[in-house]
Nanobody
Framework: VQLQASGGGLVQAGGSLRLSCAASGRTYSSGAVGWFRQAPGKEREFVARIYWPGSILYYADSVKGRFTISGDNAKNTLYLQMNSLKPEDTAVYYC?????????????????WGQGTLVTVSS
């Protein structure tokens, strides 16, 4: 499966962005899919996860209450709505489809990665 992420950009603190991740080659399965991010000089980290197309949502504490993950089964697209953005949210955001029964909260759970989309939040 190929994952194509889009929607990143430059936004001021307090602003919003919506990331999209379209799957091609194969539809998202009923397993876990999610978003990770990697800030400059830091390890890639978990952001949010959903069991396709829309159950058992789980968020990192750092984004809880500000970010919302969702899926559109008809469009085969995963979304991440990001509100109240902070400078510390600046990172390259990656969508991910995870292996089998993995919870999709660790980098090692991921089977397929999107190419990444850069989000920059200015103060």
């Amino acid at each position: 499966v190929q994952l194509q992420a889009s929607g990143g950009g430059l936004v001021q603190a307090g602003g919003s962005l919506r990331l999209s991740c379209a799957a091609s080659g194969r539809t998202y399965s009923s397993g876990a899919v999610g978003w990770f991010r990697q800030a400059p000089g830091k390890e890639r980290e978990f952001v949010a996860r959903i069991y396709w197309p829309g159950s058992i949502l789980y968020y990192a504490d750092s984004v809880k209450g500000r970010f919302t993950i969702s899926g559109d089964n008809a469009k085969n697209t995963l979304y991440l709505q990001m509100n109240s953005l902070k400078p510390e949210d600046t990172a390259v955001y990656y969508c991910a489809a995870c292996r089998g029964a993995k919870r999709c909260v660790e980098v090692s759970d991921v089977e397929y990665w999107g190419q990444g989309t850069l989000v920059t939040v200015s103060s």
